[in-house]
């Protein structure tokens, strides 16, 4: 335990320096050089008649259902992004958000320090240092990690949101020519060593509920339940397992007034075999790659996911699960209103010993979402959600291993 608190505390100091150097510097610094912005979330939700994963349970989306579950209020959050420009090239950054559904009820996102020289016409690079989100998103470019599109994130984000952080140190460089630019970015990180828990344990999800720092996250019970274990199972959301620092790199091509395309490869280079504090390393590993198209009011965006994760914790038992996933979601601006529809497929593919619980999945989802700003203070969105999911481990929880939810949420969010 005592190993396990000193992780915890070094995954503390370093994720929260730059949250406490931008609030040191923040003092000084003349009034401008500090900006805070961020929202209150409240909603009308009729979730589905499953179980959600926030509970234990094999459900794909955040808020928990039942049979009888009617139309239910709820504080979905407070977040805040903050900056501090200490000089025209540093920068501290971070993000504070309370949920009632964290584990730790408020809880930071990000906390990390930026160094971005003058650019010139042609190149400009940038570095990071501390915890933020890897650059995978094409959706979440909101105020605390969210969509300007949809409520709810699509499968691959949500598991973005929950189980990566990059939480060491990243670079990018960006090459400037006449009709558009082209980015490399490559990063070393540590305390990523349990990411792909989720993963094989629960499957793919849609949510909005992105873990903290400090987060844990829950599994569903009927992990334990295999297990002979009556306690609810959670898992850390960053720690280190291993000795290798993980590594991702990408490469992004901008066309001016056309779009995006973007690859990235990641690898977390956990330990398989290693334990650290009760958990196992989770070794994961893919390819990611998106594109974005914008033409006159509409926006295209497209991204897909391949990779494994693999556990092999003993001489007898190894588990490797493939995982993908791919949307499309299309988007337009009416004036002050904002249309999105989003259609997106997921599945896993579990190899494990004969004797181990089959937790393969596929599945498919679509999304409708209409935002109205009627001032730049306020907004508010209705999102019609549908997921379809076949899980085979399901049926060891006594339930049928197909399920159809239907979800409806109603959201005003309020800016400041």
């Given at each position: 335990m005592a190993g396990?608190?000193?992780d915890r505390r070094a995954l503390r100091s370093l994720a929260s320096l730059g949250f406490w150097l931008a609030a040191a510097a923040a003092a000084p610094a003349q009034a401008e050089d500090y900006t805070l912005n961020g929202f209150a979330d409240v909603r009308l939700v009729q979730p589905?008649?499953?179980?959600?994963w926030n509970d234990g349970g094999l459900g794909k989306l955040r808020f928990n259902g039942g049979s009888d579950s009617g139309i239910e209020p709820h504080l979905a959050e407070i977040a805040a992004d903050g900056k501090a420009q200490v000089t025209p090239e540093l920068a501290f950054l971070g993000t504070l958000r309370f949920s009632p559904d964290q584990y730790t009820a408020v809880d930071l996102l990000e906390s990390y320090a930026r160094y971005r020289p003058v650019d010139n016409a042609s190149w400009q690079w940038t570095t990071k240092l501390g915890a933020f989100f890897p650059p995978i998103s094409l959706e979440n470019e909101g105020i605390a990690w969210t969509s300007p599109w949809t409520l709810t994130p699509s499968a691959i984000n949500t598991w973005v949101g929950e189980e990566l952080r990059t939480i060491g140190g990243e670079t990018t460089g960006e090459w400037r020519f006449d009709r558009g630019a082209l980015q490399a970015t490559?990063?070393?990180f540590g305390w990523n060593g349990a990411a792909g828990t989720l993963l094989e344990d629960r499957g793919w999800a849609l949510g909005d509920s992105p873990s903290g720092l400090f987060d844990k996250v829950r599994l569903p019970d009927v992990v334990a339940?295999?297990?002979?274990?009556?306690?609810?199972?959670?898992?850390?959301s960053f720690i280190q397992i291993g000795d290798s620092p993980g590594w991702y790199a990408g490469l992004t091509g901008l066309a001016n007034g056309i779009g995006k395309l973007g690859v990235l490869r990641y690898d977390n280079r956990a330990d398989p075999t290693a334990f650290r504090h009760g958990?196992?390393?989770?070794?994961?590993?893919?390819?990611?790659?998106?594109?974005?198209?914008?033409?006159d009011e509409i926006v295209l965006l497209s991204q897909a996911m391949s990779g494994s994760t693999e556990i092999d914790p003993t001489p007898t038992f190894r588990s490797v699960t493939d995982f993908r996933s791919a949307y499309l979601l299309a988007g337009r601006y009416f004036g002050n209103v904002t249309v999105a529809a989003r259609v997106e497929f997921f599945d896993t593919h579990n190899q494990a010993p004969s004797y181990a619980a089959n937790l393969s999945e596929h599945g498919h989802a679509g999304t409708l979402a209409v935002s109205w700003r009627p001032v730049h203070w306020l907004r508010f969105t209705a999102e019609a959600l549908r997921v379809d999911s076949?899980?085979?481990?399901r049926i060891n929880a006594g339930l049928a291993p197909r399920a159809v939810e239907n979800q409806f949420q109603l959201n005003a969010r309020a800016f400041f």
């Amino acid at each position: 335990m005592a190993g396990g608190r000193q992780d915890r505390r070094a995954l503390r100091s370093l994720a929260s320096l730059g949250f406490w150097l931008a609030a040191a510097a923040a003092a000084p610094a003349q009034a401008e050089d500090y900006t805070l912005n961020g929202f209150a979330d409240v909603r009308l939700v009729q979730p589905s008649d499953q179980r959600s994963w926030n509970d234990g349970g094999l459900g794909k989306l955040r808020f928990n259902g039942g049979s009888d579950s009617g139309i239910e209020p709820h504080l979905a959050e407070i977040a805040a992004d903050g900056k501090a420009q200490v000089t025209p090239e540093l920068a501290f950054l971070g993000t504070l958000r309370f949920s009632p559904d964290q584990y730790t009820a408020v809880d930071l996102l990000e906390s990390y320090a930026r160094y971005r020289p003058v650019d010139n016409a042609s190149w400009q690079w940038t570095t990071k240092l501390g915890a933020f989100f890897p650059p995978i998103s094409l959706e979440n470019e909101g105020i605390a990690w969210t969509s300007p599109w949809t409520l709810t994130p699509s499968a691959i984000n949500t598991w973005v949101g929950e189980e990566l952080r990059t939480i060491g140190g990243e670079t990018t460089g960006e090459w400037r020519f006449d009709r558009g630019a082209l980015q490399a970015t490559g990063s070393l990180f540590g305390w990523n060593g349990a990411a792909g828990t989720l993963l094989e344990d629960r499957g793919w999800a849609l949510g909005d509920s992105p873990s903290g720092l400090f987060d844990k996250v829950r599994l569903p019970d009927v992990v334990a339940t295999r297990l002979g274990d009556p306690t609810p199972y959670v898992s850390d959301s960053f720690i280190q397992i291993g000795d290798s620092p993980g590594w991702y790199a990408g490469l992004t091509g901008l066309a001016n007034g056309i779009g995006k395309l973007g690859v990235l490869r990641y690898d977390n280079r956990a330990d398989p075999t290693a334990f650290r504090h009760g958990q196992v390393g989770w070794r994961t590993k893919f390819w990611s790659a998106g594109a974005e198209i914008d033409i006159d009011e509409i926006v295209l965006l497209s991204q897909a996911m391949s990779g494994s994760t693999e556990i092999d914790p003993t001489p007898t038992f190894r588990s490797v699960t493939d995982f993908r996933s791919a949307y499309l979601l299309a988007g337009r601006y009416f004036g002050n209103v904002t249309v999105a529809a989003r259609v997106e497929f997921f599945d896993t593919h579990n190899q494990a010993p004969s004797y181990a619980a089959n937790l393969s999945e596929h599945g498919h989802a679509g999304t409708l979402a209409v935002s109205w700003r009627p001032v730049h203070w306020l907004r508010f969105t209705a999102e019609a959600l549908r997921v379809d999911s076949y899980r085979h481990d399901r049926i060891n929880a006594g339930l049928a291993p197909r399920a159809v939810e239907n979800q409806f949420q109603l959201n005003a969010r309020a800016f400041f």
